[in-house]
């Protein structure tokens, strides 16, 4: 038994294109075959296409070689009357030589004891390959011919009413087509002079349709596809022979359900409305940022990597059944959101996020711009744990005085709220700047008393203990979620650290294997 995918021309436009579909052709058919698909070695798939006489010959030499009787069977209107055409064994030379005489022989009217002996011979022969005895489930095969009868090729679906045998190789086999399997389809649907427009006839060239939120891709008011996620514009490219235009999700709904008179033509026939329900969902599950991404991906261009782009695009394609197909396309930004989770959670969680009390109204620090002389520790303070407690205590005022003086102190000094300020101020957010002078600036409000830490000639993490200590401040505990976020924000950063020594491996490998050819190249010259 051989799978015969037909109408390939209508996948892409090449040959290769589609040569190259094949291995998820197969593991779509392994799917489809259940349980039992892993254990079927599926060698005998083929992706033909009789209009272009893709893989034809192939079939056809199959059959030759093969012999005796290959039977096609399908669903209707898939194209197995055109196919049985192209396959059929005839047309080669080898074979009229092999078997001409024959023919002309078989074309001579014989007598009647040759045709007692010929029928004997045609009934001894089906009985051995276990073909179906004529007049019971086939009819009687076709006289041998140099040019037999053929299907009629037709767009329209049950063209083939019953079985059609052509004999071929003067007994040596026959090709059977069988009348198509209909299990109810699309067309059932439709109102009969439509009918014909679902076939496919050629391959389409799809319009870009933008679907923006809230809105409805609607196909000739007979299927309706809807974006389930909100706030995301997905691109459509229908490949239907049908017309397809976006419009509301209200509108399409009333349209497809036939409960309002909307003006819009349709070719659903009366009462499909009621019969309307959900398909199913369908995710965005395919990666095709590499080939979407243009210039940016392109060896010819920029070159870059999908690692490093601060987007992904996602794409699928929805089967509408003896119809067509509908490519949708959608854009992401998920590698950026991964990056500036990172970055919020550095600023949110870590050493140094904690909530002051309610009368501490400034913070202020004072070191030099270098960070020889005792200054390294007050500058990690400002660089690491400053961000932090200003995240969580956007009232309280911060700021940052950097001298020249390298001999200088390195001081951070707590400003506590006078008892006339009132607790209900420290609401409103307060202007936080660094300034280069010696003296404090002067847009803050009154304190009753300061705190001074010193922080010259001290570790980072002793300052921040007694900034803890001196200020009673609350810690900021990571929730569970956040918890199982940061494990795997860092285990994403531990694999792209993997990735980075392995690509940096393999550019030095190429370097290197660049260098001995060169070294060789120069070495024949000389």
Not at 34 to 40: E, I, N
Not at 352 to 365: E, F, N, S, T, V
């Amino acid at each position: 038994m051989s799978f015969i995918i037909t109408r390939s021309d209508l996948l892409a436009p090449q040959k290769e294109q589609v040569d190259s579909l094949m291995p998820y052709l197969v593991q779509v058919l392994r799917d489809a075959l259940g349980s039992s698909g892993s254990d079927v070695r599926l060698g005998n798939v083929r992706c033909v296409s009789a209009k272009r006489g893709w893989w034809t010959k192939q079939i056809k030499e199959e059959i030759w070689n093969r012999g005796g009787g290959g039977w096609m069977v399908g669903k209707v209107n898939v194209g197995k009357s055109n196919l049985f055409e192209s396959v059929f064994p005839k047309g080669s030379r080898e074979r009229s030589q092999e078997i001409g005489l024959a023919i002309d022989k078989t074309l001579k009217k014989p007598d009647a004891q040759s045709r007692s002996k010929a029928e004997a011979s045609v009934h001894t022969r089906h009985h051995h390959s276990g073909d179906a005895v004529e007049g019971f489930l086939l009819p009687p095969p076709q006289p041998l011919r140099r040019f037999p009868t053929m299907p009629t090729v037709t767009h329209f679906p049950g063209t083939t009413a019953g079985p059609i045998r052509v004999p071929f190789g003067n007994g040596k086999g026959e090709l059977i087509d069988l009348p198509g399997l209909s299990r109810g389809s699309l067309e059932d649907h439709v109102v009969e002079q439509h009918r014909p427009d679902l076939v496919m006839r050629q391959r389409i060239k799809a319009e870009q349709l933008v679907i923006k939120p809230g809105q409805s891709l609607l196909i000739s008011g007979l299927v309706r596809i809807t974006p389930t996620t909100s706030n995301l514009t997905i691109l459509a490219y229908p490949f239907v022979p049908l017309a397809a235009h976006v419009t509301s999700t209200d509108k399409a709904i009333a349209i497809s359900s036939q409960t309002q008179p909307t003006g819009v033509p349709t070719i659903a026939g009366p009462g499909v409305g009621q019969k309307m329900a959900l398909a199913g969902s369908y995710q965005l599950k395919w990666d095709v940022t590499k080939q979407r991404a243009g210039p940016l991906t392109s060896p010819a261009a920029a070159g870059l990597s999908t690692k490093v782009l601060p987007f992904l695009v996602f794409s699928t394609d929805i089967l509408i059944e003896g119809c067509g197909w509908v490519e949708l396309v959608a854009q992401f930004f998920q590698r950026l959101s991964l990056t500036l989770s990172q970055k919020l959670y550095s600023v949110r969680l870590g050493r140094g996020a904690a909530i002051l009390p309610r009368d501490i109204k400034r913070i202020h620090l004072d070191f030099a711009f270098k960070f020889n002389d005792g200054h390294l520790g007050a500058r990690k303070v400002w660089r690491n744990y400053l961000p932090r407690l200003k995240y969580h205590n956007p009232a309280v005022s911060m700021t940052v005085n950097r001298t020249q003086n390298q001999t200088g102190p390195a001081t951070l000094t707590i400003f506590y709220a006078s008892p006339s300020d009132s607790p209900g101020n420290t609401s409103s957010p307060a202007p936080s700047s660094s300034t280069t002078q010696s003296t404090p600036t002067s847009d803050h409000t009154p304190f009753e008393r300061t705190e001074t830490i010193d922080m010259k000639h001290r570790h980072e993490s002793e300052i921040l203990s007694d900034l803890m200590d001196l200020t009673k401040a609350t810690p900021v505990v990571p929730t569970p979620e956040e918890e199982a976020e940061l494990q795997q924000l860092a285990e994403e950063e531990r694999q792209s650290g993997l990735d980075r020594a392995r690509n940096a491996a393999y550019t030095e490998q190429k370097r290197q294997e660049k260098a001995l050819l060169d070294q060789a190249r120069g070495a024949v010259a000389s």
